[in-house]
């Protein structure tokens, strides 16, 4: 499975991104996906996971992103997305999305998010 994380760059704070995820070599439609970030000298958290449903998705974030960060998916794809809003320098930090639900797979190279006056 491939991994390939995209749309971070430098943004003020109060700005916004929209961060995408690429997966190849899995069906991805049944997976738990999430975005983990990891901040320098800090250990790689999840900000956000998204579950199928009958129906539709289900997601969940962490309290620190919570109103402010979207997470979202397209099966047919098999991307997941998050814009990311309101964007505080807090959240600088490398991006990365991968299984949450199960072993994760290969992790991608991720791409960074500095948010910077």
């Known amino acids: 499975v491939q991994l390939v994380e995209s749309g971070g760059g430098l943004v003020q704070p109060g700005g916004s991104l929209r961060l995408s995820c690429a997966a190849s070599?899995?069906?991805?439609?049944?997976?738990?996906m999430g975005w983990f970030r990891q901040a320098p000298g800090k250990e790689r958290d999840l900000v956000a996971s998204?579950?199928?449903?009958?129906?539709?998705?289900?997601?969940n974030y962490a309290d620190s992103v919570k109103g402010r960060f979207t997470i979202s998916r397209d099966n047919a794809k098999n991307m997941v997305n998050l814009q990311m809003n309101s964007l505080k320098p807090e959240d600088t930090a490398v991006y990365y999305c991968?299984?949450?639900?199960?072993?994760?797979?290969?992790w991608g190279q991720g791409t960074q998010v500095t948010v910077s006056s």
């Open positions: 070599g899995t069906t991805f439609g049944l997976l738990v």
């Open positions: 998204v579950a199928p449903i009958r129906g539709g998705s289900r997601t």
């Open positions: 991968n299984r949450v639900d199960g072993p994760s797979f290969d």
